[in-house]
């Protein structure tokens, strides 16, 4: 294929409740949707889901949209690409960026299933029509309130409760939850808070949870090597795993046991392709995050995450979870705690171009093919 022009259009759904973390508050999403468009006139869609801040990591919406017009639309022109495969190899002459990179690369994947005629999901190997899927939450105002939230999930059938965490706000809220659901998968999620109080993290050990996600900064990776060896409870880690690399790094040092894998955080598919790769290798158990992508995102990760490799329910939610409305015809959800995976073309989804309409802001073309006067 040769990629004919790329379009984007800058999109921002709501939330249906203010998300807080360790590192601040999220009440709606923006994110943009990039339609990448052959010579034959098919069209993939991929998600830009960086956040506006740089908070979760350095990358923004706003520096990922300029990497994406000056570094890696230059690397795609006039490229014959036979595989999606290909463009990560095209994209390794830029540093980092893998937001911007996942973005590109899983529209090129949407676009090669439907230029084939197949599912995305029948590209992997052994896949499963539905997954089991968990459901995050943000730190709230009390325990009360919290318990309420757990309750519901519970009731809707959610397999797994992953609780973001801060000091002062953890053993309360972790302990209420386990002695009213003392059967349920509980894990928790410190993005980073815990680099000057790592001795509070210790404090968890005894809870009986499945893990504990990122408790210390990015890149401390001795560090959570010598709270992994004080605590039997696993830990996860997220923002510090980029590329495969990153996976025989953590394991070399025993920084982990675990690995939540988000594929726009590793620059696309194939990366994550070979991060499970070196997962299986190292024994790590690896899980599917999420980044509170529209239904164009989830559906991607849906496919994803239907591999049997995966075991652990990801944060994976319905759309609803988070969202009033979607951008795509049918959005994801529950039944029974799980969700079906998308299996039409591609990404198996349609754009709704009524809810782009309410939703999107606006659309732009970034790029088009010049034709030489032989064509």
């Excluded at 197949?118 to 499963?128: F, G, I, N, P």
């Excluded at 999930?153 to 209420?176: E, H, N, S, T």
């Excluded at 529950?334 to 998308?342: A, N, W």
Aim: hydrophobic letters at 40%; one cysteine or more; aromatic letters at 8%.
């Amino acid at each position: 294929m040769k990629i004919e022009k790329i379009e984007r259009i800058a999109c921002r759904l709501p939330l249906k409740q203010p998300f807080v973390t360790s590192y601040g508050q999220l009440t709606e999403k923006a994110f943009d949707l990039y339609l990448v468009t052959a010579e034959d006139g098919t069209v993939g869609i991929g998600e830009l889901v960086a956040f506006e801040q740089p908070d979760y990591i350095e990358e923004t919406l706003f520096s990922a949209r300029q990497v994406i017009e000056t570094a890696l639309i230059p690397l795609l022109i006039d490229q014959e690409i036979e595989h999606p495969q290909e463009v990560w190899q095209l994209f390794q002459t830029v540093q980092g960026n893998y937001m911007a990179k996942s973005a590109l690369e899983t529209a090129i994947w949407d676009l090669y299933g439907k230029q084939t005629h197949q599912s995305v999901k029948e590209l992997y190997t052994a896949t499963r029509p539905s997954v089991a899927v968990g459901v995050s939450i943000g730190i709230q105002d009390s325990v009360e309130k919290l318990m309420a939230l757990v309750a519901a999930y519970v009731a809707q059938g959610y397999q797994r409760i992953k609780l973001k965490i801060k000091p002062g706000q953890d053993m309360a809220p972790l302990r209420a939850i386990r002695q009213a659901f003392p059967e349920l998968l509980l894990m928790a999620d410190a993005n980073g808070a815990y680099q000057s109080e790592p001795e509070r993290i210790l404090a968890l050990d005894d809870l009986g949870l499945v893990m504990i996600e990122q408790p210390l900064k990015v890149r401390d990776l001795v560090g959570h090597s010598q709270l992994q060896r004080q605590m039997k409870t696993p830990l996860c880690l997220d923002e510090d795993i980029r590329t495969a690399e990153d996976v025989d790094t953590v394991a070399a040092l025993d920084s982990c046991r675990a690995i939540n894998l988000k594929i726009p955080r590793v620059g696309g598919i194939t990366e994550a392709l070979r991060i499970l790769d070196r997962c299986q290798t190292h024994g790590l158990l690896v899980w599917l995050g999420g980044m509170f992508e529209s239904g164009v995102g989830r559906a991607m990760n849906l496919q994803f995450a239907s591999q049997d490799i995966f075991h652990f329910p990801g944060d994976l939610s319905a759309s609803d979870r988070y969202f009033y409305d979607d951008v795509i015809t049918q959005p994801a959800t529950l039944h029974k705690g799980k969700l079906l995976v998308p299996d039409g073309e591609g990404f198996g989804i349609t754009l709704a171009e009524t809810k782009l309409s309410q939703y999107g802001q606006s659309k732009e073309r970034i790029y088009s093919r010049k034709r030489s006067a032989k064509e």
